[in-house]
């Protein structure tokens, strides 16, 4: 989806009904506002961090035992 919107007087933008629908924002819910350099991203604000948080690069971990990791993660402090 790619919509234009205009910022008003009051530097404010309505979010387009289809975009509200899609991630199901509701009225006086927060968005989170990332400024990169060349774009502003709008992110719906989780409830809880670390419910969303929970299990993300779930993937990278598979091929390794955390204790073997940690292990040499603290062999290489004491070096």
Known sequence: MQTAV???RKNQIVVPREAREKL???PGQ???VLSKEDRIVLIPRPKNFTERMSGLHREVWQAIDADDYIADERDGWRK
């Open 6 to 8: 205009t910022m008003s």
């Open 24 to 26: 199901h924002l509701q």
């Open 30 to 32: 927060q968005l989170l």
